[in-house]
């Protein structure tokens, strides 16, 4: 008789046959969403410096990426333009020009690859002069404004291809607003994944630099996106923009936040995606690439932790060689 009365927890860890059969969750290629960066040009990459092995890709070879996205089996990318600093203005009117980076890649890659879903970003810092996510009058962020400017954003995109319209601002309403217009038009089989609970992050910083926001922003985002002290209010959040519509709700940054993705998992039964951002890809490529970890080791382990919390799927800049290894 042992002193722990035959209790033994290790007892089913000790041969990977049985450690397969407890396992409790799957990371599959299907889970993974890519997102990508859009640049003009053609045969043109220009790599991001602060994400080391991301590139920004212009529309050809943005649809070769597509083809081998689908091929790997990731269901959808969530796209993202850097805008030429020519056509970012203070009121960013090129968020509404049918004929944007962002709806000529959407149209290509919508002819080339029919089979992958689409997923455009909606928010005003891609377009705008001082990369906040909102129209600014006296250092104020306009919300219905914004809004405004989102619905015919959100249109532009339906109309270029987007299966899955994504506002990533934070404004109040939008989810409501942006249905609305979407069915108005004919587009009630378009889909709104919102960014419903986006946190004021440091871990940004990359992206803003791959989208050629960061140096020209002013100020910082806290009187849109959340305090990162608090979790009650963004399940009100969710709720909000489950209310006004919202098909898929999304929660960001990932591995810091994994407990509203619990708690948002218990609340909701709804799709949840979480967004493991710019400045967790560079911390992990960074800290392989110094010696500190396994840096393969550590993206496998990352991208589990969001399944185990309860997310249905990641968004993520590892998702084209994860999907291949987990493929194999
Ligand atoms: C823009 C937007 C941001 C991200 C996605 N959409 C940046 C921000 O809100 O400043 C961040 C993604 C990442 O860091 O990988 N609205």
């Given at each position: 008789?042992?002193?722990?009365?035959?209790?033994?927890?290790?007892?089913?860890?000790?041969?990977?046959?049985?450690?397969?059969?407890?396992?409790?969750?799957?990371?599959?290629?299907?889970?993974?969403?890519?997102?990508?960066?859009?640049?003009?040009?053609?045969?043109?990459?220009?790599?991001?410096?602060?994400?080391?092995?991301?590139?920004?890709?212009?529309?050809?070879?943005?649809?070769?990426?597509?083809?081998?996205?689908?091929?790997?089996?990731?269901?959808?990318?969530?796209?993202?333009?850097?805008?030429?600093?020519?056509?970012?203005?203070?009121?960013?009117?090129?968020?509404?020009?049918?004929?944007?980076?962002?709806?000529?890649?959407?149209?290509?890659?919508?002819?080339?690859?029919?089979?992958?879903?689409?997923?455009?970003?909606?928010?005003?810092?891609?377009?705008?002069?001082?990369?906040?996510?909102?129209?600014?009058?006296?250092?104020?962020?306009?919300?219905?404004?914004?809004?405004?400017?989102?619905?015919?954003?959100?249109?532009?995109?339906?109309?270029?291809?987007?299966?899955?319209?994504?506002?990533?601002?934070?404004?109040?309403?939008?989810?409501?607003?942006?249905?609305?217009?979407?069915?108005?038009?004919?587009?009630?089989?378009?889909?709104?994944?919102?960014?419903?609970?986006?946190y004021a992050s440091?871990?940004?910083?990359?992206?803003?630099?791959?989208?050629?926001?960061?140096?020209?922003?002013?100020?910082?985002?806290?009187?849109?996106?959340?305090d990162f002290a608090?979790?009650?209010?963004?399940?009100?959040?969710?709720?909000?923009?489950?209310?006004?519509?919202?098909?898929?709700?999304?929660?960001?940054?990932?591995?810091?936040?994994?407990?509203?993705?619990?708690?948002?998992?218990?609340?909701?039964?709804?799709?949840?995606?979480?967004?493991?951002?710019?400045?967790?890809?560079?911390?992990?490529?960074?800290?392989?690439?110094?010696?500190?970890?396994?840096?393969?080791?550590?993206?496998?382990?990352?991208?589990?932790?969001?399944?185990?919390?309860?997310?249905?799927?990641?968004?993520?800049?590892?998702?084209?060689?994860?999907?291949?290894?987990?493929?194999?």
């Open positions: 008789m042992s002193f722990l009365g035959g209790k033994r927890l290790r007892r089913v860890r000790q041969a990977e046959w049985s450690r397969a059969m407890v396992r409790e969750t799957e990371l599959l290629p299907r889970d993974l969403i890519w997102p990508l960066f859009v640049i003009e040009g053609q045969n043109e990459k220009t790599a991001v410096r602060t994400m080391p092995g991301v590139e920004r890709l212009s529309i050809d070879l943005l649809v070769e990426a597509a083809r081998a996205a689908r091929d790997a089996g990731i269901p959808a990318l969530a796209l993202f333009p850097n805008t030429p600093d020519h056509l970012r203005s203070i009121d960013a009117e090129e968020a509404y020009n049918p004929n944007n980076l962002m709806c000529r890649a959407l149209d290509a890659i919508k002819s080339a690859v029919p089979e992958i879903g689409l997923i455009a970003d909606v928010a005003l810092d891609e377009y705008s002069a001082n990369g906040q996510d909102g129209l600014v009058r006296d250092g104020e962020i306009l919300n219905d404004e914004t809004v405004t400017a989102m619905i015919k954003s959100a249109l532009v995109q339906a109309r270029a291809g987007a299966d899955i319209i994504a506002p990533s601002d934070m404004m109040d309403g939008r989810v409501a607003a942006i249905r609305a217009a979407l069915d108005a038009e004919g587009f009630e089989r378009v889909q709104i994944m919102s960014y419903a609970a986006k440091c871990f940004y910083g990359p992206f803003r630099e791959a989208v050629g926001s960061g140096s020209r922003l002013t100020g910082d985002k806290r009187t849109y996106q959340m608090n979790s009650d209010e963004a399940l009100r959040e969710i709720e909000q923009d489950l209310i006004e519509g919202a098909d898929s709700i999304m929660i960001k940054p990932g591995l810091p936040y994994l407990d509203i993705i619990r708690r948002a998992k218990d609340a909701f039964n709804v799709p949840i995606y979480a967004y493991q951002v710019s400045g967790e890809y560079a911390m992990i490529e960074m800290a392989g690439a110094a010696g500190a970890i396994n840096r393969d080791a550590a993206v496998l382990e990352s991208l589990w932790a969001f399944k185990r919390a309860g997310a249905n799927g990641i968004l993520t800049y590892f998702a084209l060689e994860m999907a291949r290894k987990l493929g194999r």
